[in-house]
């Protein structure tokens, strides 16, 4: 249900205009990032937002939410496409506004990118959290699902990580929350196809993917990587 206050426009706009900048590109050495999830995967903004450009999806979701303040799907997309640039605390703030004013739905696909922030940083306990709630939100909801079985296997946890796996294509039969997910590096979607791979029993597929993930650029990925590569 959604919050009966109103999100101000002009606020949104502000936010929007500032945008934030660039943090530091320097990667923490526990850093883990799992996966993001756009609201609107085919509305306005979408296509720009998944060919790369970025700065025509904006003015999309900018155009939307000046029309329609409270459509916080819009917001939510509108953060992802900051967090591409790493304007991460932009799309904090963004993200803040969906959880606190907006419905169910809405909350759950935030704080999925809440946590995928957060796991950008190496806070993966605050990641943890965040992703937990949204699945206590709405149990059904396969995208954080998605994320926590991601989670689990960078912290090392190769069963939990396989259970929610197969939880998450037993949730998504109709692959519409995959459909959703955005990735904000290269490397989610390899570890992603690696682990969902292992959970169909494909595991020549999972094999390559672990492969191309041990040779990336994080740490903690590339050790997931390994400790399934050193399974016999």
Same mark, same amino acid.
């Given at each position: 249900m959604r919050n009966s206050a109103k999100i101000p426009a002009l606020f949104l706009l502000a936010l929007a205009a500032c945008g934030g900048a660039a943090e530091p590109s =320097?990667?923490? @050495? *526990?850093?883990?990032?799992?996966?993001?999830? !756009? $609201?609107?995967?085919?509305?306005?903004?979408?296509?720009?937002?998944?060919a790369g450009?970025?700065?025509?999806?904006?003015?999309?979701?900018?155009?939307?939410? =000046?029309?329609? @303040? *409270?459509?916080?799907?819009?917001?939510?997309? !509108? $953060?992802?496409?900051?967090?591409?640039?790493?304007?991460?605390?932009?799309?904090?703030?963004?993200?803040?506004?969906?959880?606190?004013?907006?419905?169910?739905?809405?909350?759950?696909?935030?704080?999925?990118?809440?946590?995928?922030?957060y796991a950008l940083d190496g806070y993966l306990t605050a990641a943890q959290a965040h992703l937990e709630t949204a699945r206590s939100i709405d149990p059904l909801r396969a995208e954080p699902v998605y994320a926590l079985a991601l989670l689990a296997d960078a912290r090392g946890d190769g069963a939990g990580a396989a259970a929610l796996a197969r939880e998450a294509l037993r949730l998504d039969e109709s692959g519409g929350a995959r459909a959703r997910l955005a990735y904000l590096r290269g490397e989610e979607r390899t570890h992603l196809e690696a682990l969902l791979a292992e959970a169909r029993g494909d595991r020549e597929a999972a094999l390559a993917r672990w492969r191309e993930l041990r040779a990336g650029g994080y740490p903690v990925l590339a050790a997931a990587a390994q400790r399934h590569l050193d399974q016999p």
């Open positions: =320097a990667r923490r @050495p *526990e850093a883990a990032p799992v996966v993001a999830a !756009l $609201a609107s995967p085919s509305g306005p903004g979408s296509e720009e937002l998944r450009r970025l700065e025509q999806a904006r003015s999309r979701y900018e155009s939307v939410l =000046a029309q329609d @303040p *409270e459509r916080l799907s819009a917001l939510n997309d !509108l $953060a992802v496409s900051y967090a591409l640039e790493d304007r991460r605390d932009a799309a904090r703030s963004l993200l803040d506004e969906v959880v606190a004013h907006g419905t169910s739905r809405d909350q759950v696909l935030a704080l999925v990118n809440l946590g995928e922030l």
